[in-house]
């Protein structure tokens, strides 16, 4: 079966206002999300892929188009299902304010509980992520054989929770994953088993060291333990 290559999106004008964008119209990548989006063609330059996937969302399609611009034959498809979490009311909040919410201590510690107000589901979240992937691996492979390698671009509570499901891990337990933006996730799957080849490699090692105020940290909770919702911003 093939390998799968999950980007998630640059750095958005959400991620560095602390905002929970969602499904929010019209969030773009910020400066150093088009410097991380340009960069991405040399760092996948020894990949071939087979086909990029992209979730319908701004940031995502503004994340690839400089891989697609390096590779004109590269085929392009547009996936709903790995869009990011409609997270219902909650769209377009502070993140700061949203720590206050009793729901956000459900989303950190029980997330298979979780259900946004007008919004879906982190189970349903997943479930849709993990059928697309499902079809995905089918069609490339039928396409394109089992040693097949393609992309998808999406984000990162989507992203976390395909890690989830590669691991044999309970959703709930899903918040200890990370991806940064514009990470690179790596999973090969097989008919018995997925293998996970890489995690987040964004190749900075920056991210790692501890900032005196990390962008939009005041608006994760309490960062020694909570989980960035929606990924969060990276890096400075």
């Known amino acids: 079966?093939?390998?799968?290559?999950l980007v998630r999106h640059g750095r958005s004008t959400a991620n560095t206002s602390g905002v929970l964008a969602g499904r929010t119209p019209g969030v773009a990548l910020d400066e150093r999300g088009a410097e991380q989006a340009a960069a991405l063609p040399g760092r996948l330059s020894a990949l071939t892929l087979a086909a990029a996937v992209s979730s319908p969302l701004q940031r995502c399609r503004q994340t690839l188009q400089p891989l697609l611009d390096a590779r004109p034959d590269?085929?392009?498809?547009?996936e709903d299902r790995i869009s990011e979490c409609d997270y219902g009311d909650w769209s377009g909040r502070k993140l700061a304010e949203l720590a206050d919410e009793p729901l956000m201590k459900v989303v950190q510690q029980h997330p298979s509980a979780a259900a946004f107000p007008?919004?879906?589901s982190m189970r349903?979240?997943?479930?849709?992520?993990?059928?697309?992937?499902r079809d995905w691996n089918a069609r490339v492979e039928a396409e394109h054989g089992e040693d097949?390698?393609?992309?998808?671009?999406?984000h990162g509570d989507i992203i976390k929770s395909l890690v989830a499901d590669a691991l044999g891990m309970h959703l709930d337990l899903f918040q200890r994953v990370q991806a940064?933006?514009?990470s690179v996730t790596a999973i090969r799957y097989t008919r018995l088993r997925p293998f996970l080849l890489r995690l987040g490699d964004t190749g900075d090692f920056a991210s790692l060291a501890p900032p005196e105020q990390a962008i939009g940290a005041d608006a994760a909770g309490d960062r020694a333990t909570d989980a960035a919702v929606g990924g969060g911003a990276g890096a400075p």
């Open 180 to 182: 940064d933006p514009c």
């Open 74 to 78: 590269l085929p392009l498809h547009t």
């Open 148 to 154: 097949a390698t393609y992309l998808m671009c999406s």
């Open 124 to 133: 349903t979240m997943q479930a849709r992520a993990v059928d697309a992937v």
């Open 1 to 5: 079966m093939p390998t799968l290559i």
């Open 118 to 120: 007008g919004g879906e």
